[in-house]
């Protein structure tokens, strides 16, 4: 499959992003919180995504390069509609995980002429408290410099028992390769995640919605889940629960993506 890679270049900031797929219509991808750039795992995403590739065009955006020692959910959100309007980006079917899809909802509310689909999977509108001793360690872990924990703590919240445990060495082995830099970055963009609230907001959404979750998810909650379909009652909407596949069912649950391509190509409404 052709990949191309770039750097959008803004004003005051440049933002990373890979594209793959030939079709005509636009799908933009937000992946979540991550202790190394999305950037090194583009071969996979686009093989994971690979349904994707005949009707769409996909955009996978990274955080922006330069952080600032603050920078909020809000910050990424006004970033990433930056640079999907800096490559003129129109009618885009966005798809947003975890972290992700705090800032794909955030996009949509505030610019809801830029997005004709929106896909939130195992994500928040607010970060409940429940959450946060979560998140929490993880910034504890990560500003120790405890790779290999914050690796194995990361895993073990995300993924259902069974896959962490498969996944167990393939982490630690990920761990040791983590620089000061990147646990520094990580440090800024989970922090940023504290606090979020974009209740108010949501009301601006335009399109119609697709809500995912799982009942196991240890990171954010499957009342986070609730909690958007809720506020998004009077939109189109579709909720899509899961049992089992724990806060990672976007990539452990076998069916997610052909339901996200259903979703995005009208065979959901």
Partial sequence: MTMQRGTVVAADFTMDYFCFGS?????????????????????????EYAVMA???TVYVFDRRNELPDLYSVSDMAEDTATAIRR?????????GASQGGMIAMTVAARYPSLVSKLALCSTAASVREEAQPVIGQWIALAEKGDREGLYLSFGKAVYPPAVF???RAALVAAAAGVTEEELKRFVILATGTVGFDATRELSAIACPVLIAGDQTDAVLGVEATHAIASLLRDRPCTLLLYDGYGHAV???APDFRQ???DFFTEKIQ
């Fill in 23 to 47: 079709g005509s219509q636009t799908m933009v991808i937000l992946p979540g919180l991550s202790v190394q750039s999305v950037m090194g795992a583009a071969a996979a995403i686009a093989e």
């Fill in 87 to 95: 490559l003129g980006l129109k009618n885009i079917c966005l798809f």
């Fill in 165 to 167: 445990a498969s996944y």
């Fill in 250 to 252: 976007y990539d452990t």
């Fill in 259 to 261: 339901r996200l391509y």
């Fill in 54 to 56: 005949e009707a769409f």
